[in-house]
């Protein structure tokens, strides 16, 4: 099983200020057809999870532009250019390359 | 608009069974491998199962394997889980989702399975 492991876990942050999430996995996610994959969720209160990010770096439909995902093989980033109080809640990387499975969640909160 | 409605959760005594459903609208459901994800109150996300596009190959997380059994019709658009011999620890939100080669979306409002007595 691949195991996701993301740090920090809470991230209390500025308004208009940078936020970043580090997520690692115990294998490569480089899968045989050569993508990774590797997605960023995000979960604000009392709602759904929602797709940010897939593929590393490719934004889903609708998200903004200040949420950028890179990395590469074992070690991913999310990051927030400017926090917005709408950005508040949990986001977690997850990876699709064997079966499925997520990491542990990194709370983002306003100081 | 693409997406999944998710229904069957309720609340059940343990060791006893529940099948939830989830109808699919938007999207040719027959193309896509289908995932059920679980979130137990206040904690993260867990995979539970998933299925090929055909149903010919399912696969199943440790902890509940030999419980559940996951399925579809892709006649009626609609994926299913059928859980049994249900534990304290299954008590949660279930969640399914579409596999789109690497996005997992959409994502429903999910429903909640309370095992209790």
């Known amino acids: 099983d691949i195991v996701m492991t993301q740090t920090p876990l809470s991230s209390p942050v500025t308004l208009g200020q940078p936020a970043s999430i580090s997520c690692r996995s115990s294998?490569?996610?480089?899968?045989?057809?050569?993508?990774?994959?590797l997605s960023w969720i995000q979960q604000r209160p009392g709602q759904p999870p929602r797709l940010l990010i897939y593929k590393i770096s490719n934004r889903f439909s609708g998200v903004p532009d200040r949420f950028s995902g890179s990395g590469a093989g074992t070690d991913f980033t999310l990051k927030i250019s400017r926090v917005e109080a709408e950005d508040v809640g949990v986001y977690y990387c997850?990876?699709?390359?064997?079966?499925?499975?997520f990491g542990g969640g990194t709370k983002v909160e306003i100081k | 608009e693409v997406q999944v409605v998710e229904s069957g959760g309720g609340l059940v005594q343990p060791g006893g069974s529940l099948r939830l459903s989830c109808a699919a609208s938007?999207?040719?459901?027959?193309?896509?491998?289908m995932h059920w994800v679980r979130q137990a109150p206040g904690k993260g996300l867990e995979w539970v199962s998933r299925i090929n596009n055909d149903g010919s190959g399912t696969v199943y997380a440790q902890s509940v394997k030999g419980r559940f059994t996951i399925s579809r019709d892709n006649a009626k658009n609609t994926l299913y889980l059928q859980m049994s011999s249900l534990r304290a620890e299954d008590t949660a939100v279930y969640y399914c989702?579409?596999?789109?080669?690497?996005?997992?979306?959409?994502w429903g409002q999910g429903t909640l399975v309370t095992v209790s007595s």
């Open positions: 938007g999207f040719t459901f027959s193309n896509y491998w």
């Open positions: 294998q490569s996610l480089v899968r045989s057809d050569g993508d990774t994959y």
């Open positions: 997850m990876q699709t390359t064997r079966l499925l499975s």
């Open positions: 989702v579409r596999d789109d080669y690497g996005s997992v979306d959409p």
